[in-house]
């Protein structure tokens, strides 16, 4: 069964800098593109980041590009996001998700449950 | 970028047929996918590449696609269809850049 559990969410303060995990398990990790989707509180989906399987391509929507950098550690299974220079409209449930397996398409066909970023002071 | 446009919200009665639409000026050129959110959970994949539909989802759900509009149909809603349905699409070209519609709010009267 594939799972996708991220962690590291929190309150932290317009300025500063949160890692996100996500632990994956239940399919072979280092053969799938993944990414981040966010979601603000109310609001629709929001793509973050993609990275290829061996992490040597990266893309970012605009909003985060600088701030926002996506990797990964095929050995622990494992995706991150380290974000820095957090901003009030950061604030969303960032949720790990695992590219569909049709070739040179791009879409989720398993996702996490989410962890809350709150940028506040 | 571009953008893919929803209606915010569509009703429907129990029984009823739900179309769900969704219009960029990509889609005839990029495959469209659906997503299924209920309150508080993940996102869940109900559609794939127009109209397929992955296995565990019901058959009532189908897609469409018309030129730059792309359509969820729901036949024979259930009460257990009442979520936010999102269209979503992708340039392959390399990039792999990601857009998600705004998102409809099915009810289910």
């Known amino acids: 069964e594939v799972q996708l559990v991220e962690s590291g969410g929190g309150l932290v303060q317009p300025g500063g800098s949160l890692r996100l995990s996500c632990a994956a398990s239940?399919?072979?990790?280092?053969?799938?593109?993944m990414s981040w989707v966010r979601q603000a509180p109310g609001k629709g989906l929001e793509w973050v980041a993609n990275?290829?399987?061996?992490?040597?391509?990266?893309y970012y929507v605009d909003s985060v590009k600088g701030r926002f950098t996506i990797s990964r550690d095929n050995a622990k299974n494992s995706l991150y996001l380290q974000m820095n220079s957090l901003r009030a409209e950061d604030t969303a449930v960032y949720y790990c998700a695992r590219k569909g397996q049709l070739t040179g398409e791009y879409y989720f066909d398993y996702w996490g449950q989410g962890t809350l970023v709150t940028v506040s002071s | 970028s571009y953008e893919l446009t929803q209606p915010p919200s569509v009703s429907v009665s129990p029984g009823q047929t739900a179309r769900i639409t969704c219009s960029g000026d990509a889609l005839p050129k990029q495959y469209a996918y659906w997503y299924q959110q209920k309150p508080g959970q993940a996102p869940v994949l109900v559609i794939y590449k127009d109209s397929e539909r992955p296995s565990g989802i019901p058959e009532r759900f189908s897609g469409s696609s018309s030129g730059t509009t792309v359509t969820l149909t729901i036949s024979g809603v259930q009460a257990e269809d009442e979520a936010d349905y999102y269209c979503?699409?992708?340039?392959?070209?390399?990039?792999?850049?990601?857009?998600f519609g705004g998102g409809t709010k099915l009810t289910v009267l």
């Open positions: 239940g399919f072979t990790f280092s053969s799938y593109w």
């Open positions: 990275i290829k399987q061996d992490g040597s391509e990266k």
């Open positions: 979503q699409s992708a340039d392959s070209s390399g990039t792999y850049d990601v857009v």
